[in-house]
């Protein structure tokens, strides 16, 4: 049973096994008295402690759990050995040597350098993570900046979530160097060398101190990455599988920060394409710009509902999943990202259900706007009777010149007084005979609402014109509504009623206003525009189609011996002993002995010699 110690190091408590207490307690008296002359002895001893702390914390699962002399050796193996620092040696005479350990690499992690800074220190964080100089990615922000302003959210997000560097520590480990006593002696000592030569001469300071920490970092770098790597693999005992397993591990973390940069761009792009689009959009709409026309919008919004209000919806039922997905990806890139909080992550979730139930209310109140299609129908008589021919043409339009093509969406246009106009081109011309004596026009008018009065309201407030001259009928090739009316699949149905016998010739024009096949008693088909038709009891006849005639093969073959003779009435074989014929009245055969005939009658053989 062994005797525990409450211990309280930068701040932080500890459970520690008294044995390993004795030891820490003589590890930092003997690092203080190494320091005794220094210059910052206190802030270096302070920082010391946080680190050592700082690992601590990093192998401690609990509260609970109780520190040993192994974690005191790794924290010693790590820091250093007090011999390295000028320390008493007899201190340590009576413990044993701690088994050597590999020393890993030292982990770089991003954090914002204000010491070096213009407004949050993230480009010199961003610098010191990537191994480059500030001035760089200061330039990559500015291009960001000028296009579109799209890198204006992505460096606020940087500068809120990722940690300032604070300690010594964590400046020392934004430089990838590792955290030791050295390190962390070095890096006070240069500060207070620093803030010396400033006091004397600030200009001349400023270009030493930028000196001096490019070659310290680039002596570190070296340092790192040929001479310790070196010594750590000459002295390593790792297996032929460590190495493989290493490399493998290696891969994989390269692949993920890929990962991570593809999940970030999208994540980034979409949400400044919603800001753009959305946001825009809505604040149009909520002051009311002068000179931006929203009549489009209010056509389709058949529910009236705010667009500023869909907008801000849309805007975060879409773009809160995606700044997860983006914050996933810089997370990824960067271990020690500060996490957002609980309460900002729930109330990015209440915010995502809101937005969902919003646009579900939404949907539902713009569905019921169309609930109902119901249709008005007005007829009139035409001066057309059986015998008489009807021309018809479609009057084109300034906004469809093309009248091949007919277009079913809808535009917006200003009316003969101003006023919002929505304007379709969705008309069909349908064809039926009658056997009344004379011709009628039914027009059908279709529209939706959300109620059968509402749609029927609508589909009577639909504008459709026609004239008839003499035997021309000209039909609009458009509707027009007042956008009051919003857009609720305002269609016109033109339908023809003509009496049997009488003859009707459609306009190229009309080709795409015709249905491309017969149905429901339509006779008339977009293959028969620019022709005469005969209306018939059955349907129509084309009376200037070209006729297809019959397809003839003639062919007449005599030698001495045999005849084969091929036409319209049939086909025979003729030769010295047989005689056969094919024709509509059947088949025919006859030889020197053997008649043989078949035809509706059935098969008759008959002997010659009867």
Same mark, same amino acid.
């Given at each position: 049973?062994?005797? &525990?110690?409450?211990?309280?190091?930068?701040?932080?408590?500890?459970?520690?096994?008294?044995?390993?207490?004795?030891?820490?307690?003589?590890?930092?008296?003997?690092?203080?008295?190494?320091?005794?002359?220094?210059?910052?002895?206190?802030?270096? %001893?302070?920082?010391?402690?946080?680190?050592?702390?700082?690992?601590?914390?990093?192998?401690?699962?609990?509260?609970?759990?109780?520190?040993?002399?192994?974690?005191?050796?790794?924290?010693?193996?790590?820091?250093?050995?007090?011999?390295?620092?000028?320390?008493?040696?007899?201190?340590?005479?009576?413990?044993?040597?701690?088994?050597?350990?590999?020393?890993? #690499?030292?982990?770089?992690?991003?954090?914002?350098?204000? =010491?070096?800074?213009?407004?949050?220190?993230?480009?010199?964080?961003?610098?010191?993570?990537?191994?480059?100089?500030?001035?760089?990615?200061?330039?990559?922000?500015?291009?960001?900046?000028?296009?579109?302003?799209?890198?204006?959210?992505?460096?606020?997000?940087?500068?809120?979530?990722?940690?300032?560097?604070?300690? &010594?520590?964590?400046?020392?480990? *934004?430089?990838?160097?590792?955290?030791?006593? +050295?390190?962390?002696?070095?890096?006070?000592?240069?500060?207070?060398?620093?803030?010396?030569?400033?006091?004397?001469?600030?200009?001349? &300071?400023?270009?030493?101190?930028?000196?001096?920490?490019?070659?310290?970092?680039?002596?570190?770098?070296?340092?790192?990455?040929?001479?310790?790597? $070196? @010594?750590?693999?000459?002295?390593?005992?790792?297996?032929?599988?460590?190495?493989?397993?290493?490399?493998?591990?290696?891969?994989?973390?390269?692949?993920?920060?890929?990962?991570?940069?593809?999940? *970030?761009?999208?994540?980034?792009? &979409?949400?400044?394409?919603? %800001?753009?689009?959305?946001?825009?959009? $809505?604040?149009?709409?909520?002051?009311?710009?002068?000179?931006?026309?929203?009549?489009?919008?209010?056509?389709?919004? #058949?529910?009236?509902?705010?667009?500023?209000?869909?907008?801000?919806?849309?805007?975060?039922?879409?773009? %809160?999943?995606?700044?997860?997905?983006?914050?996933?990806?810089?997370?990824?890139?960067?271990?020690?990202?500060?996490?957002?909080?609980?309460? #900002?992550?729930?109330?990015?979730?209440?915010?995502? /259900?809101?937005?969902?139930?919003?646009?579900?209310?939404?949907?539902?109140?713009?569905?019921?706007?169309?609930?109902?299609?119901?249709?008005?129908?007005?007829?009139?008589?035409?001066?057309?009777?059986?015998?008489?021919?009807?021309?018809?043409? *479609?009057?084109?339009?300034?906004?469809?010149?093309?009248?091949?093509?007919?277009?079913?969406?809808?535009?917006?246009?200003?009316?003969?007084?101003?006023?919002?106009?929505?304007?379709?081109?969705?008309?069909?011309?349908?064809?039926?005979?009658?056997?009344?004596?004379?011709?009628?026009?039914?027009?059908?008018? @279709?529209?939706? $609402?959300?109620?059968?009065?509402?749609?029927?309201?609508?589909?009577?407030?639909?504008?459709?014109?026609?004239?008839?001259?003499?035997?021309?009928?000209?039909?609009?090739?458009?509707?027009?509504?007042?956008?009051?009316?919003?857009?609720?699949?305002?269609?016109?149905?033109?339908?023809?009623?003509?009496?049997?016998? +009488?003859?009707?010739?459609?306009?190229?024009?009309?080709?795409?206003?015709?249905?491309?096949?017969?149905?429901?008693?339509?006779?008339?088909?977009?293959?028969?525009?620019?022709?005469?038709?005969?209306?018939?009891?059955?349907?129509?006849?084309?009376?200037?189609?070209?006729?297809?005639?019959?397809?003839?093969?003639?062919?007449?073959?005599?030698?001495?011996? +045999?005849?084969?003779?091929?036409?319209?009435?049939? /086909?025979?074989?003729?030769?010295?002993?047989?005689?056969?014929?094919?024709?509509?009245?059947?088949? @025919?055969?006859? =030889?020197?002995?053997?008649?043989?005939?078949?035809?509706?009658?059935?098969?008759?053989?008959?002997?010659?010699?009867?």
């Amino acid at each position: 049973m062994n005797k &525990t110690v409450n211990i309280n190091l930068a701040g932080i408590f500890f459970h520690i096994d008294e044995d390993a207490y004795l030891k820490l307690q003589r590890y930092l008296e003997a690092i203080k008295r190494s320091f005794t002359d220094s210059q910052g002895r206190s802030e270096i %001893i302070a920082d010391i402690e946080a680190r050592i702390a700082e690992l601590f914390n990093e192998r401690v699962q609990n509260n609970k759990e109780v520190i040993r002399i192994k974690e005191v050796d790794e924290i010693i193996s790590i820091m250093g050995q007090p011999e390295d620092y000028l320390v008493d040696d007899e201190i340590f005479e009576d413990e044993p040597q701690a088994a050597y350990q590999p020393k890993s #690499a030292p982990i770089k992690k991003l954090y914002r350098d204000v =010491d070096n800074s213009y407004v949050g220190g993230v480009s010199s964080g961003l610098g010191h993570y990537f191994g480059v100089e500030a001035v760089w990615v200061r330039l990559a922000w500015i291009i960001l900046f000028s296009a579109a302003g799209t890198g204006v959210l992505l460096y606020i997000l940087l500068w809120i979530l990722v940690p300032e560097a604070k300690t &010594t520590a964590e400046k020392i480990m *934004m430089t990838g160097e590792p955290v030791n006593i +050295s390190n962390i002696e070095k890096k006070i000592k240069d500060g207070f060398e620093n803030v010396t030569d400033v006091a004397k001469n600030v200009t001349d &300071t400023v270009g030493a101190a930028a000196k001096n920490v490019s070659d310290s970092v680039s002596s570190a770098a070296k340092n790192v990455d040929f001479k310790k790597q $070196g @010594s750590k693999i000459k002295s390593s005992s790792k297996t032929f599988f460590d190495t493989l397993g290493e490399v493998i591990m290696f891969f994989l973390k390269i692949f993920a920060k890929f990962i991570g940069v593809i999940l *970030m761009f999208i994540g980034a792009v &979409t949400i400044i394409a919603l %800001i753009i689009t959305l946001f825009s959009l $809505g604040v149009v709409d909520f002051i009311h710009i002068p000179g931006v026309d929203l009549d489009l919008v209010d056509t389709v919004n #058949a529910g009236n509902t705010p667009v500023w209000l869909a907008s801000l919806f849309t805007f975060f039922a879409v773009g %809160i999943p995606f700044f997860f997905l983006f914050y996933l990806g810089l997370k990824i890139l960067i271990n020690n990202l500060k996490s957002i909080g609980n309460i #900002a992550k729930f109330t990015l979730l209440g915010l995502w /259900l809101i937005s969902i139930i919003g646009l579900v209310v939404i949907g539902v109140r713009q569905a019921s706007e169309h609930a109902f299609d119901e249709h008005v129908i007005v007829k009139q008589e035409l001066n057309i009777k059986a015998n008489d021919t009807i021309k018809i043409k *479609m009057l084109e339009s300034e906004f469809y010149a093309n009248s091949y093509y007919r277009n079913h969406d809808f535009k917006v246009i200003n009316g003969e007084n101003g006023e919002p106009t929505i304007y379709r081109s969705d008309i069909r011309v349908l064809v039926k005979s009658t056997t009344d004596s004379i011709a009628k026009i039914g027009i059908e008018k @279709s529209a939706d $609402g959300r109620s059968y009065e509402k749609a029927i309201e609508r589909a009577k407030n639909i504008n459709y014109n026609y004239a008839f001259n003499g035997n021309e009928l000209l039909l609009d090739s458009y509707l027009t509504t007042s956008a009051e009316n919003k857009y609720s699949d305002q269609e016109v149905f033109v339908k023809l009623y003509l009496p049997e016998g +009488s003859i009707v010739n459609f306009n190229t024009n009309t080709k795409s206003f015709l249905n491309h096949r017969t149905y429901n008693g339509n006779i008339v088909t977009s293959a028969d525009a620019d022709h005469y038709l005969l209306i018939t009891e059955d349907g129509i006849t084309c009376l200037d189609c070209p006729v297809e005639e019959p397809y003839k093969v003639d062919i007449d073959v005599h030698d001495e011996d +045999s005849v084969v003779k091929l036409d319209s009435t049939g /086909l025979e074989i003729k030769d010295a002993d047989v005689n056969i014929k094919i024709n509509k009245k059947g088949v @025919s055969g006859e =030889d020197d002995d053997i008649e043989v005939k078949i035809d509706s009658d059935g098969i008759n053989i008959k002997s010659k010699d009867e």
